[in-house]
């Protein structure tokens, strides 16, 4: 039994009593943030930054296009930096009541008053920049079923320095604190600023994947993948702390054509198309034991879907007995039990589940007496079913063409062009597509 831990409002005043804050409240419903394609987004508010990343967890934190409150899901991380903070409040939103979950700050304490609905972060010490990591449980929600955490906020207030410090703020910046690079395009590295008279400290966490220099100048490291540049400096008489971070995600295109039957051994995208979009489904919850498939999805009735590379939503079939073997990217195989309609994922326990194409390219796809369908009702998840359910169709496969896939690297070269071309909903065209089409990074006309 998870106990629920309950902080008045005045004994969190009581700590701060002693500091003269200088406050900043921010009302999250009346900003706009900028979403990263399945990574998070970022918002920079009142001087202060806010990025929020899918990290470990399977949902991509958002701002709901309703209620407008900042939606962060269990094993997301959410960054928070600018001038010296001593205390952020959360005012949770009214949907983040019902699933809220604790967070883990990357230093200071944290607590929770539920009859107030905020989460409070306390450092005496001060900090430039803190990252908070959201919990699995729904600890402190209004729900009270066991369900996945989440951390969903109306509003922040930050208090900083204390109101009679008079040091400037460091003003450390990269001109983009993040940079989605795809291999094959010019890669303009950002530029870097600052106000203060301190020495400045750059470090890469990933070298591989992008380098900086002593001037903060940031380089191509050679492979895909995720690396986080870190700009630091140290307190002085004149200007306090600073710290300024740019993310760098390096991938390629995987491309997926439309499969007329399988192969054993390779990858295949679990494809559905309903009401004018083709959606795709995607692994669910490496900590999940079971569950439906969530979606992704694209405009249009298309037969080729591109995919980053830094997200494996293809599931391996693999000859077994009479039929395949599903298998996601986190190694567990599919399969269905007598009693449910969500899958079942196990490492270990491998079963085979009959392929037949159908004619129009949709395929059944049974297991013990379930066949794979999507969208039961308006639902856009794939589920098995032992009949045909409300408005739900029929998958399709696509394969991974790798012709087209399988980049492994990038060159230190920052300008690497493979003249590919695409419109502008992303698919791939050759040559002779008439319209706009973006080649090598840049945009034009063909006529």
């Known amino acids: 039994m998870v106990k629920t831990l309950r902080y008045s409002l005045m004994a969190v005043v009581a700590m701060v009593a002693n500091f003269s804050f200088a ?31 899918k990290a470990a967890g399977q949902t991509v934190p958002n701002q709901n296009t309703n209620s407008k409150d900042l939606r962060h899901y269990a094993k997301n991380t959410l960054t928070i ?35 107030n609905g905020t989460t409070t972060w306390n450092n005496t010490n001060g900090s430039t920049t803190v990252t908070f990591t959201v919990g699995t449980d729904n600890t402190h929600g209004s729900n009270k079923k066991k369900t996945s955490a989440q951390f969903d906020l109306a509003s922040v207030t930050i208090s900083g ?20 690079h795809e291999v094959g395009t010019e890669f303009t590295a950002p530029t870097f600023t600052k106000e203060t008279t301190a020495a400045v400290t750059f470090v890469s966490d990933n070298e591989a994947v992008a380098t900086v220099n002593a001037e903060g100048v940031i380089a191509l490291g050679g492979e895909e993948g995720k690396a986080v540049i870190t700009a630091s400096s140290e307190e002085n008489d004149a200007y306090s702390a600073g710290n300024a971070t740019c993310t760098v995600y390096v991938w390629h295109y995987n491309v997926y054509k439309k499969a007329a039957a399988v192969e054993s051994g390779k990858k295949y995208m679990i494809v559905a198309q309903r009401d004018g979009k083709t959606y795709y489904a995607a692994p669910a919850k490496e900590s999940y034991n079971y569950g439906y498939l969530s979606t992704f999805n694209v405009e249009g009735t298309v037969d080729e879907l591109q995919i980053k590379s830094s997200y494996d939503d293809s599931f391996a079939f693999t000859t077994l007995d009479d039929g395949f073997s599903i298998k996601d990217c986190y190694g567990r195989y599919l399969y269905m039990d007598t009693e449910h309609n969500s899958f079942q994922f196990d490492k270990e326990k491998s079963e085979a589940w009959t392929v037949e194409a159908d004619e129009n390219g949709t395929f059944s796809i049974t297991n013990n007496g379930k066949f794979i369908q999507f969208g039961s009702g308006t639902y856009t998840s794939f589920g098995a079913y032992d009949k045909l359910q409300d408005n739900a169709v029929l998958p399709m496969l696509f394969v991974l063409n790798d012709n087209e896939s399988g980049i492994n690297g990038v060159t230190n070269d920052n300008i690497v062009k493979n003249g ?14 008439k319209g706009i089409v973006i080649e090598n990074g840049k945009k034009f006309v063909v006529k």
């Not at 409240?25 to 990263?36: D, E, R, S, W, Y």
């Not at 590919?420 to 597509?433: E, F, I, K």
């Open 23 to 53: 406050q900043t409240t921010i009302n999250f419903t009346q900003q706009a943030v900028t979403l990263k394609d399945k990574v998070g987004y970022t918002l920079t508010a009142e001087g202060y930054t806010f990025e929020a990343d």
């Open 81 to 115: 930096s600018g001038p010296t903070m001593k205390q952020i409040v959360f005012t949770m939103s009214d949907a983040g009541k019902k699933q809220w979950g604790d967070v883990t700050p990357s230093e200071g304490q944290v607590t929770v008053d539920t009859e």
């Open 161 to 180: 320095e204390a109101a009679g410090e008079t040091k400037q703020s460091a003003k450390l910046a990269f001109s983009e604190t993040t940079i989605d």
């Open 420 to 433: 590919a071309r695409y419109n502008l909903a992303g698919q791939r065209v050759n040559n002779s597509y």
